[in-house]
């Protein structure tokens, strides 16, 4: 039986105020990270009020962590992301393209009544070591 991992880098935001859970585990070949806001791991603040600026910060975040995990975005296979607007999508999109190439993953979006801190997306990764 696999071994669960906990992952933590400081190149990402530590959990959301203190809350309990892992930015990802680790679990035989496949790593979940846990939703990630568009907070700056130095700052512990939410960056910027575009739908751009913040979903570049969350891919950062996101890449950040499965580097520390040992894979990367292109090894994604599946995302999940809320959106507290879903006239941002377009903007989401067009950034979120970018990070994850032509072999994107699988992937559900969802409007939500609300995210922390007035954040405007959360994306949670599932990725293949």
């Keep these: 039986m696999p071994d669960k991992t906990v992952i933590r880098t400081e190149n990402?935001?530590?959990p959301f105020q203190g809350a309990p859970y892992s930015q990802a585990i680790?679990?035989?070949d496949l790593v979940w990270v846990s939703g990630q806001l568009p907070v700056h791991p130095a700052s512990g603040k939410v960056v910027g009020d575009g739908i751009s600026e913040q979903t570049v910060r969350v891919m950062e975040n996101l890449k950040a962590i499965l580097e520390a995990a040992g894979t990367s975005l292109a090894n994604a296979v599946?995302?999940?992301i809320f959106l507290a607007d879903l006239a941002d999508f377009a903007g989401m999109n067009e950034?979120?393209?970018r990070y994850v190439g032509d072999r994107p993953?699988?992937?559900a979006t969802f409007q939500v009544a609300a995210l922390p801190a007035g954040a405007r997306l959360e994306v949670?990764?599932?990725a293949h070591v």
């Design 26 to 28: 680790r679990f035989g």
């Design 95 to 97: 950034v979120y393209a």
């Design 105 to 107: 993953p699988a992937r």
């Design 12 to 14: 990402a935001p530590a």
């Design 124 to 126: 949670e990764i599932v």
């Design 78 to 80: 599946k995302a999940t």
